[in-house]
């Protein structure tokens, strides 16, 4: 191997390493692809093949990460759930977070009461602050997040 391929070969290496650090370092739902935290159950259009996660759904892209969440919301509302208490509730429930919190969260961001129904066009603004409490941060444009809510 010449010195020049073995620089190549080198720069790949560290490189690939850096991106292995900085992915370790994000938080699951965004490793996954997966920003709504969805836990296995069904079998979702864009999973990836091999399903390293025990707990929750690992998708392609963050798009059908995305798809998934905007689909669960509308069988929420096929089901009378439409509020943004209602839909926290189910989507979070107090066996697992602490959903009165959650709830005042996301109706502040919004700019809603608790009790204000959450029309399907604001998906994304919902989309938006469930993936940051859901994962402390929100790193998707707007341009993502209405794609995904468009694969559904």
Not at 7 to 14: E, Q
Not at 30 to 53: A, F, K, S, Y
């Amino acid at each position: 191997m010449d010195t020049g391929t073995k620089i190549s070969v080198f720069v790949l290496v560290a490189l690939g390493g850096l991106w292995y650090m900085n992915h370790k370092k994000q938080p699951r739902g965004i490793r996954n692809n997966n920003p709504g935290n969805i836990r296995h159950g069904d079998n979702w259009q864009g999973m990836t093949d091999i399903q390293t996660d025990p707990a929750f759904v690992q998708f392609v892209t963050p798009e059908y990460g995305i798809r998934a969440m905007t689909r669960i919301f509308k069988s929420y509302a096929r089901r009378g759930l439409v509020t943004v208490e209602q839909i926290v509730s189910t989507w979070a429930p107090d066996n697992e977070n602490d959903t009165e919190s959650y709830v005042k969260h996301v109706a502040s961001v919004l700019g809603l009461s608790p009790d204000t129904p959450v029309a399907e066009h604001d998906y994304p603004a919902l989309i938006a602050v469930i993936i940051k409490h859901e994962n402390g941060s929100q790193p998707y444009s707007r341009d993502t997040i209405e794609a995904g809510v468009m694969l559904a």
